[in-house]
């Protein structure tokens, strides 16, 4: 019994052994997970962060193609000068330098954690799947939508979102995705209520991603909080060559956001940012980045309520850059001051080659300026003046400009639905004759016919008119025209009496051209002759010219859309009435 008993508890006791050398092997085991689950954790507190930010701001130089990228890695890798852990103790250095030199705060993107060595991929890593395997698990780890749509297009040279809403996590999941990707070269994302937080972190794709060559995001609500990012983000971008940031809402003080972005930005060639509201000071601190700027090659500025000295500082930037080359300034508000500063932009500066200055309130004197510059350009291929409150007349000088002035290179001349006179037709046939491929854009040509108006049942437009101050018609009628209806007055007063007689005022009328029958044109008189005595007196004539000069200025300095004033109702019905009284020749 003593023996069994001794040989069970030896048993006992190995068993205890035993038991216990498991349980310190548990509980080692446990230790090192829960190290490594705590490591882990303290990791992904910055993970994010690091793939995200930039170590360095990038050399000034052109951006390496993919296969030289992947050739470099191999390059290094083969070399054994490619050490993960020495390389990645280096960048945390620099990062955690430039957090306390920046100020910047990284929290927000402490949320996702990337395998740290992917980051060295050798050739024949599938990039493609890398980021789509990312943005799935973004997807779950930061609560997002997730879309087939982006998943696919993750695998394209071109990635589209047109009309898609993405909340401010499903931009962070997506943009997680966008770091790593080499594969995109070309991202669109339109109308997607983006906003500025969800700018920020796209803003940080472009520190990260080397392979964005072309960026279009527009319409999607950025605001003041997502231009600066983006601008700041650009700074130290050496690789998007084309940026289209239109309809987000930019304000005047966010002209020094894209201001400090033109002095720091070397590589962008393209810049788009039609539809905000830079405004007269933002146009003023834009232009300081403009003059000094020696890359960029297209800029667009249309529909940015640029005026007074909004626009006369973008004409004088343009008097010192000398390498834009194509420039929309459209629907702005540019007037008298903006074309005299545009006339010696164009006198001086050689490299600018399109230029649309349509709906910019360009006046008969606008246009006569403009052209003492233009006659000394040889560089100039296309100008677009469409909608703009000229006479036929001014058209005709333009046309007259090129006629006298053979060093003048412009192809193609856009004036839109401008009508012309007939006498524009014959020297547009003359320099189509003399000028290869020369092409010019215009509305009808003017040419009266009596009696066919007589024969013409009576129309709307016209009935439109009479309804308003008949003064006010005829007034602008000659401002189209460049009728002086004073002089006419004049030269039809004879006698020197101050008054002419319904018939002779009729006469004078009908040697202008007016598209109106004389059914039509004796109801104005008759609201013309308020004493009933017959006659049209020349005081009537000199008021209604002073109150459409007022009405005229009051629609040029204010912000009313023409057709929304007086005289953009009279203006409006008076060229439906010449449409269809007026003989077309079409262009």
């Known amino acids: 019994m003593d023996t069994m008993e001794l040989r069970q508890g030896s048993v006992m006791s190995d068993i205890t052994n035993k038991a216990r050398t498991s349980q310190r092997r548990t509980s080692l085991l446990m230790r090192n997970n829960n190290s490594t689950s705590l490591a882990a954790t303290s990791v992904k507190a910055q993970a994010l962060a690091n793939k995200y930010r930039l170590s360095k701001t990038p050399n000034k130089r052109d951006p390496p193609t993919k296969v030289m990228r992947i050739k470099k890695l191999n390059e290094m890798h083969a070399s054994g000068d490619f050490d993960i852990k020495d390389d990645a103790l280096e960048k945390a250095k620099m990062r955690k330098q430039s957090e306390r030199t920046t100020g910047h705060n990284f929290d927000e993107f402490d949320d996702f954690d990337f395998d740290e060595e992917e980051e060295y991929y050798y050739a024949d890593n599938n990039d493609e799947e890398q980021s789509q395997k990312i943005y799935t698990e973004a997807c779950k780890e930061f609560g997002a939508k997730y879309m087939k749509l ?52 796209f803003a940080e794709v472009l520190t990260r991603n080397l392979y964005l060559t072309d960026v279009k995001i527009v ?52 810049l788009y940012l039609g539809h905000n509201e830079f405004r007269e000071r933002g146009g003023e601190v834009f232009a300081d980045g403009l003059g000094m700027n020696d890359f960029l090659r297209v800029l667009d500025l249309s529909w940015n309520h640029l005026r007074m000295g909004g626009a006369t500082a973008i004409g004088k930037a343009l008097q010192v850059n000398r390498h834009l080359e194509k420039l929309d300034i459209s629907w702005n508000g540019f007037h008298v001051r903006g074309a005299i500063t545009m006339s010696k932009a164009l006198e001086t500066n050689q490299a600018l080659s399109y230029l649309d200055i349509s709906c910019n309130r360009l006046t008969d004197a606008c246009i006569t300026c403009l052209l003492q510059g233009l006659k000394h350009n040889s560089t100039l291929r296309v100008i677009r003046m469409a909608k703009n409150p000229m006479f036929p007349d001014s058209a005709q000088k333009i046309l007259e400009c090129v006629q006298e002035h053979p060093s003048i290179g412009l192809d193609l001349i856009d004036l839109g639905d401008q009508s012309v006179t007939e006498k524009f037709y014959e020297i547009l046939s003359d320099l189509k004759t003399k000028r290869q491929g020369f092409k010019v854009k215009y509305g009808v040509v003017w040419k009266a016919d009596r009696e066919v108006l007589g024969k013409q049942d009576d129309d709307e437009d016209e009935d439109d008119l009479v309804n308003e101050d008949p003064l006010l018609v005829l007034m602008e009628y000659a401002r189209m025209e460049n009728i002086s209806l004073v002089e006419l007055f004049i030269k039809l007063d004879s006698d020197k009496s101050g008054s002419l007689s319904r018939e002779e005022f009729m006469d004078g009328l009908e040697q202008v051209n007016i598209p109106m029958r004389r059914k039509a044109l004796n109801k104005l008189i008759d609201k013309m002759d308020q004493d009933g005595d017959g006659e049209i007196d020349f005081d009537e004539l000199m008021d209604a010219h002073e109150e459409h000069k007022e009405k005229l200025k009051e629609y040029l300095q204010g912000d009313v859309p023409l057709d929304e004033t007086e005289i953009g109702r009279i203006d409006k019905s008076l060229r439906n009435v010449m449409n269809k009284r007026y003989i077309m020749h079409k262009f």
């Not at 998943?151 to 995705?177: G, I, P, W």
């Not at 650009?234 to 400090?260: I, T």
């Open 150 to 201: 982006i998943y696919n297009q993750l695998a394209k040279e071109t990635l589209s979102l047109l009309s898609v809403v993405l909340r401010t996590m499903d931009s962070k999941a997506f943009a997680t995705a966008l770091v790593k990707n080499s594969t995109i070269d070309t991202l669109i994302l339109e109308n997607n209520r983006i906003g500025g937080r969800g700018a920020r972190y």
């Open 219 to 270: 319409e999607n609500h950025l605001g003041s909080e997502g231009g600066e990012a983006i601008c700041k983000a650009l700074c130290h971008n050496n690789y998007v060559r084309r940026l289209d940031l239109s309809g987000n809402g930019f304000v005047e003080d966010d002209a020094l956001f894209f201001k400090d972005m033109l002095d720091e930005n070397h590589a962008l060639r393209e």
